[in-house]
């Protein structure tokens, strides 16, 4: 008779392996999604739309399999009776949360969402384009209800918003991000307007931010792959490719960037990119040995938010980061930079505009204004305490109280994002939260690192990189985010350290 | 009770639903084939193989599903009491063909082949380098072994080879072939004896073709884009992208083609792009409305080679083509082509090497001997007339026979290929068979469209283009090579319309 142990790590095994098999099932419908925005000839979206339904239709069918199923109870035996480590554990229970939000849901409802999601983005694109919300209304209202319904069905009868949180950050709630959240206004919302009497002075005494046009596209294609590898991200693994809007895809070995180029804007490219390796770096910094499991996946998007971040913004728009890019931009674009200073080529990297009413446009101060306004917003429909209609009219409020403006139209305001219309809630508090963890681990790693500074002057970032490496991304998903920060930082997830940071380098 | 024809016709919507199924399932694959070639970072082979590994799983599971044979059985009884059409017979005599095929081979034979093939490929590599055959020799006999076992099972018990050709060619087999290729071999050899004694004379005067150095890659790339654009590949439904092998891989909305540009050979682009685009227009021209069906499938590789060649040789190696190709190629490179004359540059795309060893290089009056090599020796093998430890004499002596010259070592003889390292048997003979159908089709077309040489010499290509979707590309699979060749041309598939058409453009 076998013994019990060995029984125990057979199951488990067989439990990783088909989670690996979901995964690479998944990796599958990712570089479709990716080769239909990079490469996709334009006739060929039907053609596309097949497989990627096809490929959707037999995740699904992997991830509900009853055998799926039975390898999770039995290993949950194993754990309750003592026989798996901490490790398996991890790995189990988000097994069994996985398994049980996929198969909890009829396949009725999900074709519902899907089928919404789809029309929806149509009714939303025509909708911004008239700019006319009572045309979407109906689109946000129908998600709304189907969010409560897979709310109740999973579990979270009374805390729906909680479940579309979950879902990106698993473990967080609105209750816990709605704390911070006040405390970060409170903070940001005077920083942002002392900001923007400064900037407003400058402008009247006609400075501002130097115009940059006609910077040659292929030194800039050069700029950034070299600034990229520099960072660290490796391109034996990895790709740079351009798209229409910029993205990271791919795991493990296979790691593809995209992003943009414009001839009038070298930083675009140059920081979205950056952005873009930054969760590149993430990725192929996850235990490969794990792929599938949760130990070998980010710990969510907050979490994977804060590596972009950190490497866009604490990173690269440094003083010391630019003395060492500045003079290979003069290498490259020794016309195109001829009359602009180094002083001014820093600034432009941290111009900030305030008065804007674009998010996907914001500066770091004021993109967390943009996050804040939703999230609230999203809070309140959830909470019922906001009705649909009254949306418009809500959004143009806060966009007043905390960016100091009203939209002249739904195209700049309430529907400006592509979110709501695929019922995709509970998604935009990452990106702030994942500002409020970058800032947190860039104090940490000054501190852990002191000559981190000289070594970005020098273009050399591996000491970061390596602290990251072993810090956060070994990690996978052990941990949430609020655990993943105390444990790195010896701090709280919260505020104070994205307010220090944010005043320190945009405070004068 | 619904009446009969209804059933009929729905059993027949189901059973093109699976095709349509396994086909969109397939062509995931390919688009993993095709990114593998063109995008693969270097470090992600093992991530790549994975992938394809399960979706090669997922094909098979669903090409050997019970409710397959099940519709299948069902519409051959609707067939047998007439209650389906003719088109239909086409495609359900296609699908028990397949599906017999797949699921009488058990799965152990077909993991064998798969793993034989996969360190086939490297021990080939190996002994090619190594110029060693005794090294790969022991391959070859398994996997002939595995040919003929699958050839038992599949109920072509005494004639494996024939079991190897109709993989790729439904329908042909040796006997026919070998009777075609006596008489091609008859006439080709003297022929390219006496191109042979022609081109030495004039090598011995000091004329030859010229040298091309130094052409500027964009430029080439504009080139071809152009050209392939001008003969009818709609990139609206297709892409050319850069691999290290040419080739053409997808089908419907979304055919892609690779080529490779040297700058010191800018008529291997060229070429190799009209090759791949003769393969991607007859993609592009198979009905859509039956894709996954035989209708809607090439009819074999010997047709599908006839349309590359056709393109090709036929079309883009004319004086006619020529005439207009020139002026484009003199405006993009003005430098490079200053002292190349008009016929020295139509010559170098009509230059014939005699005395080369390797297939992939041999121009297209050589390209058939070595199949002709190659077609006799797999048929010897097959029929145990000839044993593996004597292929590479009988190919040294076969080349000597028909190339005039025997191979310095293995390297460039007998291991040149990669075909036989993946039990690829049987392949060869469908160049030869596209050459004589694409010279039996020229002859067609030239006889139907009068004008067709003034159409070429002012860039117009929708003539035959039109002419080839109509009695070609719109007929799928629903005959075989040698029932479509006579269909369009009137004639029996044969070496005469060849070596008529060569005698022509190199006789002199």
Known sequence: MPNEASVNEKGYEALRERLRRLQVLGSVSGLL???????????????????????????????????????ITGCEQALAAGGLDADARVVVLAARRDFDRVTKLPSELVAEKARLSSEGYHVWAAARKARDFSAFAPVLEKHLALARREAALLGFGDRPYDLAIDRHDPGLTAAQIGGLFVELRAGLVPLARRIGVRVAAAKARGE?????????????????????????????????????????????????????????????????????????????GLPLAHAGTALGLAAGMAVHESQSRLWENQVARSQAFWSWLEPMMRAEFPNELSGVSGVALHAAANAVEPGGLIRVDADEVHYNLHILLRFELERRLFAGTLKVADLPGAWDELSEEMLGRRPAHAGEG???????????????????????????????????????????????????????????????????????????????????????????????
Request: aromatic share 10%.
């Open 33 to 71: 999604g990716w080769d239909e925005q990079v490469n996709l000839p334009e006739g060929a979206g039907e053609q596309r739309a097949a497989q990627a339904e096809l490929l959707a239709e037999l995740q699904h069918a992997a991830a509900t399999d009853a055998g799926l199923g039975a390898a």
């Open 208 to 284: 501002g931010p130097v115009a940059m046009r006609g910077f040659d596209v292929t030194a800039q294609q050069r700029v950034v792959r070299a600034v990229t590898a520099r960072l660290g991200f490796d391109y034996k693994r990895g790709r740079l490719d351009v798209s229409l809007h910029p993205f990271c895809e791919g795991s493990g070995d296979d790691v593809r960037l995209t992003t943009r180029f414009n001839a009038d804007d070298p930083l675009d490219a140059l920081y979205s990119s950056i952005h873009e390796a930054g969760h590149g770096l993430y990725e192929q």
């Open 414 to 508: 309430v529907l400006q994002d592509v979110h709501w219309s695929g019922g995709a809630f509970g998604y935009f508090p990452s990106y702030t939260l994942g500002n409020m963890i970058a800032a947190q681990l860039w104090t940490a790693a000054r501190r852990a690192l002191p000559g981190l500074e000289g070594e970005f002057a020098r273009g050399e970032f591996g000491g970061l990189l390596g602290w990251l490496r072993t810090e956060v991304h070994a990690h996978g998903r052990r941990e949430d985010a609020f655990e993943l920060t105390k444990r790195v930082t010896g701090e709280t997830l919260g505020p104070k350290a994205l307010l220090a940071y944010l005043e320190e380098r945009y405070g004068n």
